[in-house]
């Protein structure tokens, strides 16, 4: 199960240094969304290919024509929060004020219900497990937010490393489409999107999809874009992380969806047989 989705946030949603943390910082920068997300959705329409779009609400509120048009051409609209903060830095109860703006924004502008989150860099964590609750709380039924190993921004690794689950905590019940994550000589790597995609070389990815019986995408616009600028204050090893293989990665990825078959999450939710699907159970 290969299951296409893009994270729909502008270049400068890295999250790294100051003026990229604040959105009363964000309008000085210029905008690249609407030929980023062109580009993706021209392509998507040539191969015949839906896909599930996590939107940030601040997006959604610039430039609404966008959310309107990834709908018009019939992908499913998810949340990616407002205001892009890191969910177990914000604590409860701005993360219930944010989930319930970004999903009346899209919902607002779509006229369909959203069912579908993920947090900004998976940032859902062991440490803030009260996370799912406010989820359903707000009518979300799937999550894309766990990333079930160590990462510099948060992680969850005591997550189980495999597909799809259903997560308990007191009492709720989640879908989770956590992240991939390949096993390489006894090491954890993750090639799906984002800069571990841009900088494999695409016969390692194919030979790792083939072996893989679940793939979770996480794309953005700015992962094609070689054209974006470079931030200033950026730290070295994210600079390189977020800034190589900008020039090769878009015509890697359709390569990757000529040579194998992808799937938006609605329909990877009929697909799962969640009678038969581990239930991991948080105390929250």
């Known amino acids: 199960m290969n299951i296409l989705t893009f ?3 502008e ?13 009363e ?19 998507l329409d040539e191969a015949d290919q839906k896909a599930t779009f996590f939107c940030l609400g601040w997006i959604a509120h610039k430039y609404p024509d966008e959310i309107k048009e990834i709908a018009k051409r019939g992908h499913e609209i998810g949340s990616h929060s ?21 999903i009346d924004i899209l919902e607002n502008l779509t006229g369909q219900k959203v069912i ?6 998976f940032s859902i964590t062991d440490q803030c497990k009260w996370a799912f609750e406010i989820l359903a709380e707000n009518g979300i039924e799937r999550d894309s937010s766990v990333f079930p190993g160590s990462r510099s921004l948060g992680g969850f690794p005591v997550f ?3 597909g799809p689950s259903l997560i308990k905590v007191n009492g709720t019940l989640i879908k989770e489409f956590p992240i991939s994550i390949t096993t390489i000589m006894g090491k954890d790597l993750v090639f799906s999107g984002g800069g571990y995609f841009r900088i494999m070389p695409y016969p390692l990815i194919r030979r790792w999809t083939k072996q893989s019986e679940y793939i979770m995408t996480y794309f953005h616009p700015r ?36 040579d194998f078959e992808f799937i938006d999450l609605n329909k990877a939710d009929k697909l799962v047989d969640w009678g038969n699907t581990p239930i991991i159970t948080i105390s929250g």
Do not use: C, M
């Open 7 to 9: 994270d729909i946030e």
């Open 25 to 43: 910082n964000w309008d000085k920068y210029p905008s690249r969304i609407h030929e980023n997300l062109g580009r993706i959705l021209d392509f």
């Open 11 to 23: 270049w400068f949603h890295l999250l790294e240094i100051d003026s990229t943390k604040y959105p």
């Open 160 to 162: 189980p490393k495999h």
């Open 116 to 121: 579908s989150y993920r947090a900004p860099r």
């Open 223 to 258: 992962d094609f874009d070689p054209g974006q600028p470079v931030i200033a204050g950026i730290p070295l090893q994210r600079r390189f992380q977020s800034y190589i293989g900008l020039k090769t990665a878009f015509p890697k990825f359709q390569k990757w969806l000529q």
């Open 82 to 102: 407002y205001h892009h903060r890191l969910v177990y830095e914000i604590g409860a109860s701005r993360f219930k004020e944010d989930t319930k703006k970004g």
